[in-house]
């Protein structure tokens, strides 16, 4: 074996990272998977908490950077699939405890025993982030259908092609389909316009996500969540599978384009 | 020999500029420059070059002399000393170029090469954060998405889409342009000159904005109209 790695960037914070982290982690778990989660969001730990484990954490990243356990010892196994594990963040520490090269030594041990490698990133631009791409194989870049999160997803895009991470796939997440077809919502096609670059996921907005991660649990489990299905989707997409977007071809040119929200403050 | 002679043509004639050291060397020099190349210089107007050097109206004029004899005529000769000020002035030699530009260690390229300060290519989509800076025009194949910035001493040209900022003519120099398929900017600035990007009606067309009358305005761009 050996795994693929998936580092789930955004740049702004509260986009949903750690969520997508656990979906497509239960999702490509749930495909057969042997997959590790690891969260290297470093003393602002909570992919623990979405995925329902922290009270089973003995050990974390940190631990295995400094030496104080077997990297076997920090993985906790999840409580529904067999096959997705986390790796828990530090929580009293903060992003200075691991460097990207120990992420690289970290991961380059895991890949001989798993499929897929996950990595949830911090928001921001700064060590946290850079800690989470080193060892990426694959960039996975979130972002809400608004205009503050688009630009830091350009921001953070320019920054992995600058790493030579290649420029990533986008996963858009929290549509509204009902306000994009009032056209109170930037459409998929303004924002693959400004990022121009592939798109493997639309999440609908789903209280479901919400009522899954407050449980603990995955969202891509559950048969009837919309945002669910939409993450099995990506998981698919992800294994090579061609699977086709719903709600792409709801947006039918009822949007504004990206240039008449720049509003005017003057003549020329 | 130390330092070479450089020559340039210029609409007035050779401008032949000589670097700094002993005028014994130099004169030698550039005589033998002109013996070597008969062809070239024969029947040319020489303009000389020779920065604060001192020489007196004796020594200009065996040059003139001198040049003579090769069917070269001294035109002008260009010096920031007084003592060769007055001396090319005593021998009717012009001390400046035609052109507007005055001072006279500026660079007169060949006519057959473009005037202008040099340009980068960027074949690239700058993206949020990325900012390029650069004294001379810079050209753009790619977008400039919001975010991105652009300050250039000259004109800005984008082969695709202007969204973020773009500064052109940065020094000050109102004359420089801005020219995008599609002219989109968060701001645009052109010298001392700032606008904002007013909301497009349907499809991007090639514009270029200028300052027109202390106005920073876009228009559509025609390729058949010189501007």
Redesign the interface.
Known sequence: MSATIITITSGKGGVGKTTATANLGASLADLGYRVVCIDADIGLRNLDVVMGLENRIVYDLVDVVEGHCKLRQAMIRDKHLQDLFLIPAAQTRDKTAVSPQDMVRITDELRQESDWILIDSPAGIERGFRNAIAPADLVLIITNPEVSAV??A??I???I?AEEKGPGKLILNRVKPEMVRRGDMLATDDILD?L?IDLIGVIPEDEAILIATNRGTAASLDSKSKAGKAYRNVARRLNGEEVPFEILQANDGFFR????I?K????? | MKASLSIKGTQDGLLVSIPEGDWGDARPALLQMIDEQTDFFQGARLILQIEQRALRAADLGSLRDALAEREVNLWAVLSSSDVTKIAAADLGLAQQLSKSSSSGDEDVPFETMLYGDEAVLVEK??????SIRHPGHVIILG?I???AEVIAGGNVMVWGRL?GMVHAGAAGDESSKVYAL?L?P?QLRIAGQI??????RGR?KPEV?QIREG????EEWQSNRRR
């Not at chain 1, 384009?257 to 008449?260: D, E, F, N, V």
């Not at chain 2, 106005?215 to 876009?218: E, F, G, I, T, Y």
């Open positions: 630009r830091d350009d921001r895009i320019g920054l092609e400004v121009a384009r990206i240039s008449r720049m005017p403050g003057g003549e020329r | 989509t700058l993206r949020s954060g990325h977008d998405n919001p975010g969204r599609d989109s968060t606008a904002v990007s007013p909301t497009r991007p904005a106005q920073l305005v876009a």
